[in-house]
């Protein structure tokens, strides 16, 4: 395999990788849908399944959610021909509205590990584990989006509201 080969096949995981992030935090199914193999397995917290079905469950939970950002960071490569094992380190900040009591939020450092494949000359996931290395529930700030947020506009949305979307013309 060719230096730029490998170039190319290293940027194409991490695209995956965040398009992952962006699935999650706008809870954009296509874009979920689009990091996986349609035979993937996800271990992901209470989920240990395949991942059409972790999905599925993301996208329900997601709804609960007043915000979710990841951040990926740290990326780690070792790639083969057809297959690549990929540890990445995310950040994720996850606040629930509040469901007849006080909102929450907590902040979770972990470790994606995944088995990533190479078919039809495209990257996604095929096995993922997620490993927690933190997980810290802080007090959520009890105000409204206007006294948190004030004249920072616009504020981030769910698909298909964010102001990204035109930008991408999806």
């Keep these: 395999m060719s230096t730029l080969e490998q170039l190319l096949d290293r940027e194409a995981i991490r695209d995956c990788l965040y398009r992952y992030c962006r699935g999650i935090d706008l809870a954009d199914e296509q874009a979920l849908r689009s990091a996986y193999w349609e035979d993937a397995h996800d271990r992901h917290g209470p989920w240990d399944g395949p991942a059409v079905g972790f999905i599925d469950w993301a996208l329900t939970v997601l709804k609960s959610y007043e915000c979710s950002v990841h951040q990926i960071t740290n990326i780690l490569i070792e790639l083969g021909p057809a297959s690549a094992a990929v540890e990445s380190k995310f950040l994720a900040f996850q606040r629930s509205s509040s469901l007849g009591g006080e909102p929450?939020?907590?902040?979770?450092?972990?470790?994606?590990?995944?088995?990533?494949?190479?078919?039809?000359?495209?990257?996604?996931?095929a096995r993922r584990t997620v490993i927690y290395d933190w997980v810290e529930d802080q007090p959520?700030?009890?105000?409204?989006?206007?006294?948190?947020?004030?004249?920072?506009?616009?504020?981030?949305?769910?698909?298909?509201?964010?102001?990204?979307?035109?930008?991408f013309q999806r």
């Design 104 to 125: 929450t939020q907590v902040l979770i450092l972990g470790r994606y590990a995944d088995h990533f494949e190479k078919r039809k000359g495209q990257w996604r996931i």
């Design 140 to 167: 959520a700030v009890v105000k409204s989006l206007e006294e948190r947020f004030g004249q920072r506009q616009p504020v981030g949305s769910r698909w298909p509201d964010d102001e990204t979307y035109p930008l």
